[in-house]
């Protein structure tokens, strides 16, 4: 049963078409044109992943529904930085200022389901060169899970929070994290992890 | 008087709005939105990286007669050209981030056209980086930047930026490359891609904004 839906910009890059063709994880995989949200009843969904390439202004406008499916219990990731909020919960991008490459290290801040078994030194690099993973932050609501961070400044760069409709909601300010699937680190896990974290009864806080 | 076509992404916005670059574009057109009235009046319209491709496809009679009507399009990379503007032929490579880790390595760019007005401002500083497929540029076009058969993985080489006037008999004009400088910038990664931008739009405000 494909429980998740991810809203798709047909992008090449980004990892979309490789998780859709996986035989364990694609299956789970609803492909949900971007535009089409509108006209898409989402009451069938557990989860709805949204990528760093969509269009944050039709996002802003189908509000309403994204938040009626947080208050039916839904959860919704967001990946990418926050530049039209679309959600209460989503504040406007930070760039860590003039970044060095040690602000760019990723710190673990709090165990979280999704990042079990993850090495960090796996996500701040790939092939040596960091910054892949974030940047900087999209600065968090009071009261979200800080999960990792960045640098020696500890910008938040994943958090989870309760939106004050319901739900749950799950931030990545960076590059879409099924972008990891199949980068043969222990970043591997992120996806599987991240499918069987949105389809489980939401954890008590 | 020169116009942007953005997605309504946080690149775009970043680009747009950001306090990096200011000024730079005499009217911003959300891609759903544009119509007819939107483009009245404008000599160029950048069609910015990494828009949805469904939109302009949907867009597509509208984009094409602003080329009849003697319109430039500047249409930059990961948008799926190749399934609405006429001319443009386009072959898929991998991307290669990481060209600049072996020291002495020539990723292949070659500026191919270098009497060109677009040289003015750009140069290899800005070039250099990696790019999004292969363009096969239409008869009548200009080759401005090409990668070597050596670049590319494939052996056969091809252009990332070329220049096709009078596109099909017709006044309209199309720049195209398979370069993604708004993505890059707006997403602060990458200070090549910034770089290009930068001068590009020197370029555009030169080209397209004179009589400012």
Same mark, same amino acid.
């Given at each position: ?15 979309? /078409? ?11 995989? &609803? ?14 969904? @557990? ?8 269009? /944050? ?20 990731? $967001?990946?990418? #930085? ?17 970044? @060095? ?16 078994? $993850?090495?960090?030194? #796996? ?5 040596? $060169? ?26 938040? $760069? ?5 939106? &004050? ?15 990891? #699937? ?6 591997? @896990? ?16 | ?10 690149? %775009? ?14 009217? +911003? ?23 949805? *491709? ?6 597509? *009679? ?51 056209? *270098? ?14 980086? %990696?790019?999004?497929?292969?363009? +096969?540029?239409?008869?009548?076009? +200009? ?47 990458? *200070? ?11 370029? +555009? ?8």
């Amino acid at each position: 049963m494909n429980d998740v839906a991810l809203l798709d910009c047909e992008q090449a890059e980004g990892g979309v /078409q490789d998780l859709i063709r996986d035989l364990a994880l694609g299956p789970r995989i &609803a492909l949900l044109p971007l535009y089409d949200l509108g006209r898409t009843d989402l009451t069938a969904f @557990r989860g709805l992943m949204i990528g760093l390439h969509a269009d /944050q202004r039709y996002l802003s406008s189908r509000r309403a529904q994204l938040e009626s499916f947080l208050a039916q219990g839904g959860t919704i990731v $967001v990946c990418g #930085h926050v530049g039209h909020p679309f959600l209460a919960e989503l504040n406007l991008f930070a760039p860590i200022p003039n970044y @060095r490459v040690e602000d760019l290290e990723v710190n673990h801040e709090a165990a979280h389901p999704v990042w079990e078994g $993850v090495e960090m030194e #796996h996500l701040s690099r790939r092939r040596g $060169v960091a910054g892949f993973y974030g940047r900087g932050s999209n600065p968090p609501p009071p009261g979200a899970r800080i999960l990792n961070s960045l640098g020696p400044g500890r910008h938040p $760069v994943d958090f989870e929070c309760r939106p &004050a409709v319901g739900g749950r909601l799950l931030v990545h300010a960076g590059a879409d994290l099924w972008g990891y #699937h199949g980068s043969g680190s222990t970043a591997d @896990r992120i996806m599987p992890q991240l499918l069987d974290w949105i389809t489980a009864p939401m954890e008590a806080w | 008087m020169l116009a942007l076509l953005e997605g309504g992404t946080y690149f %775009h916005r970043e680009a747009i709005e950001g306090e990096r670059l200011t000024g730079r574009f005499d009217r +911003t057109i959300y891609a759903p939105e544009l119509d007819a009235a939107a483009l009245a009046g404008c000599d160029a319209l950048i069609v910015a990286d990494r828009i949805h *491709p469904a939109v302009l496809r949907r867009k597509r *009679p509208l984009l094409l007669g602003y080329l009849a009507t003697g319109g430039t399009l500047i249409v930059l990379g990961e948008n799926r050209a190749q399934d609405w503007a006429p001319g443009v032929a386009w072959e898929f490579r991998p991307t290669n981030f990481w060209w600049w880790l072996e020291k002495g390595t020539d990723p292949g760019h070659r500026i191919a056209a *270098p009497e060109h007005e677009i040289f003015r401002y750009v140069g290899m500083g800005e070039l250099v980086w %990696h790019y999004h497929g292969l363009l +096969t540029p239409p008869p009548g076009a +200009t080759s401005l930047v090409e990668i070597t058969p050596e670049g590319d993985p494939q052996g056969k080489g091809g252009s990332i930026l070329y220049d096709h006037r009078n596109v099909g008999g017709g006044p309209g004009r199309m720049i195209v490359t398979t370069l993604d400088p708004f993505y890059h910038h707006g997403s602060f990664f990458m *200070p090549a891609a910034s770089r290009f931008l930068g001068k590009l739009l020197d370029w +555009t405000d030169e080209a397209f904004r004179a009589s400012r």
